[in-house]
């Protein structure tokens, strides 16, 4: 998944920030998972804790556990960077490097872990697999993670480029807006093929297990088939967003455009994130088409408000994220939520679907709390980092672009004609066509090209 954020993030930019934009990536790799090692882990599933954060397997000490073994920690870690690849978009082609290395490790060993605890851990105070939860006696039900991931890095997105401020030239003097377009169409739609993929690993893949059976099935049904309808759920969500978005854009704009069908697909797919395994897929495309009318709305506003973010990672995790909570407090089933999340007689379901509003009142909670807290913690960091001048590039360095003025090149190869040394080793020749006129010895003459 996140070669496909790399993709994505690398289309979505200038041709002159694309060395800049993919290395960032791999820093939300490689710092996230020193910091997810060290304290991230800890704090997200370090039982037993006082329900906000975890307190041990620090640096994985006393690990694998009975709860979990070391292909749990990775898989986790995966989460992690998710939301970290998140922001990374939504600061994109004005960031200084040291700000991306600051707030990766930080995202992804503080901020990020306290609310996966919250809600996926045994023991968070707000986790539905928690016996007496302290949220309705339910818990908030985000099964892979539309608030915990998309949510968190949106959120975090939204404050870095508020307290950056847009890049040079987005908008005019006037305060119009002017298109700064990503410089390879082909590059976001490879990057979001790759997520579409990797979505596949995060939706069905959060139920851990597959030989497990439902009782009153029979052999043929049980866990497996969950994870088969989780799969279908995500699909259609996508593809509904994605339809949606192309007529929707066709209708407002008046062409078809791939980069926005593109982003409508993955707000589909972040958007049914938290419910996708406790909905019927009818459920799943009803998910889709409010979505993408969410991720429109929300560009809109950013429009209107003078609001930057290259790749609407803001508008789509955080927008769509928060619609994908209040869908599953709206059309989560009771069949689907006793099999996913067992043990408790009574449980909460979909408002929609007959189960009244606790549930819905616990999404509604989840998203005030996810808000504040990253809000609390995230824009305090971006804003003393811009104080201290390691926010913001320069006027000159975001003129030229990174890739020359930060990187020591391009991500392209670029030929000065002029340059005698960047000519190739051999020259092609063009010939004349028979019918061309003779040259004074009778021959035809080659000419150089």
């Known amino acids: 998944m996140q070669l496909g954020f790399a993709m994505l993030c690398a289309g979505s930019v200038r041709a002159k920030n694309t060395m800049n934009i993919m290395l960032t990536n791999v820093l939300d790799a490689a710092a996230g998972a020193l910091s997810y090692y060290l304290f991230g882990f800890?704090?997200?599933?370090?039982?037993?804790?006082?329900?906000?954060?975890?307190?041990?397997?620090?640096?994985?000490?006393?690990?694998?556990?009975?709860?979990?073994?070391?292909?749990?920690?990775?898989?986790?870690?995966?989460?992690?960077?998710?939301?970290?690849?998140?922001?990374?978009?939504?600061?994109?082609?004005?960031?200084?490097?040291?700000?991306?290395?600051?707030?990766?490790?930080?995202?992804?060993?503080?901020?990020?872990?306290?609310?996966?605890?919250?809600?996926?851990?045994?023991?968070?105070?707000?986790?539905?697999?928690?016996?007496?939860?302290?949220?309705?006696?339910?818990?908030?039900?985000?099964?892979?993670?539309?608030?915990?991931?998309?949510?968190?890095?949106?959120?975090?997105?939204?404050?870095?480029?508020?307290?950056?401020?847009?890049?040079?030239?987005r908008f005019d003097r006037a305060g119009r807006s002017v298109a700064l377009r990503g410089h390879s169409a082909s590059l976001v739609v490879l990057g979001t093929f790759l997520l579409w993929l990797g979505w596949y690993g995060f939706?069905?893949?959060?139920?851990?297990?597959?030989?497990?059976?439902?009782?009153?099935?029979?052999?043929?049904?049980?866990?497996?088939?969950?994870?088969?309808?989780?799969?279908?759920?995500?699909?259609l969500a996508?593809?509904?967003?994605?339809?949606?978005?192309?007529?929707?854009?066709?209708?407002?704009?008046?062409?078809?455009?791939?980069?926005?069908?593109?982003?409508?697909?993955?707000?589909?797919f972040a958007a049914i994130t938290s419910g996708c395994s406790?909905?019927?897929?009818?459920?799943?495309?009803?998910?889709?088409?409010?979505?993408?009318?969410?991720?429109?709305?929300?560009?809109?506003?950013?429009?209107?408000?003078?609001?930057?973010?290259p790749l609407e990672a803001a508008q789509l995790h955080g927008g769509c994220g928060a619609w994908g909570l209040l869908f599953t407090g709206l059309f989560a089933t009771k069949a689907y939520v006793n099999e996913v999340y067992p043990g408790l007689s009574g449980r909460p379901y979909g408002m929609f679907m007959g189960g009244g509003g606790k549930l819905l009142g616990a999404q509604i909670i989840q998203i005030l709390v996810i808000t504040g807290w990253v809000t609390a913690t995230m824009g305090p960091l971006f804003y003393v980092l811009k104080k201290m001048n390691l926010l913001r590039i320069s006027r000159e360095d975001e003129t030229a672009g990174m890739d020359l003025t930060r990187h020591g090149g391009f991500a392209y190869v670029y030929h000065d004609e002029e340059d005698i040394s960047m000519r190739p080793?051999?020259?092609?020749?063009?010939?004349?066509?028979?019918?061309?006129?003779p040259s004074t010895d009778g021959q035809r003459s080659p000419s150089n090209v």
């Not at 009782?215 to 699909?235: D, E, F, K, M």
């Not at 509904?240 to 993955?266: E, M, Q, Y």
């Not at 998910?287 to 809109?300: D, K, Q, R, T």
């Open 278 to 309: 406790v909905v019927e897929p009818w459920a799943a495309i009803i998910c889709g088409f409010v979505a993408a009318w969410v991720l429109i709305g929300f560009n809109m506003l950013a429009a209107e408000f003078k609001y930057d973010d």
């Open 42 to 169: 800890a704090f997200a599933f370090g039982a037993p804790s006082n329900g906000f954060i975890g307190r041990h397997f620090f640096g994985l000490k006393a690990y694998p556990s009975p709860d979990g073994d070391y292909s749990f920690f990775l898989y986790q870690w995966a989460f992690a960077i998710a939301a970290a690849g998140i922001t990374s978009g939504s600061i994109a082609e004005r960031t200084q490097f040291v700000a991306y290395l600051i707030y990766s490790s930080f995202l992804t060993g503080f901020v990020y872990p306290v609310v996966s605890h919250w809600f996926w851990s045994g023991d968070g105070w707000a986790s539905p697999i928690r016996p007496n939860n302290l949220l309705f006696d339910s818990g908030a039900i985000d099964f892979a993670g539309s608030g915990v991931v998309h949510m968190v890095g949106g959120i975090a997105g939204l404050w870095g480029a508020l307290i950056e401020g847009p890049r040079i030239g």
């Open 238 to 268: 996508g593809c509904t967003a994605a339809l949606t978005t192309l007529f929707s854009k066709r209708l407002l704009v008046g062409h078809w455009n791939v980069i926005d069908v593109c982003n409508g697909l993955l707000g589909g």
């Open 425 to 437: 080793a051999f020259v092609m020749t063009k010939i004349e066509p028979n019918n061309a006129s």
């Open 203 to 235: 939706n069905p893949g959060s139920f851990l297990t597959i030989m497990k059976g439902y009782g009153g099935g029979g052999g043929y049904y049980g866990q497996w088939s969950a994870i088969g309808r989780t799969a279908v759920t995500t699909t």
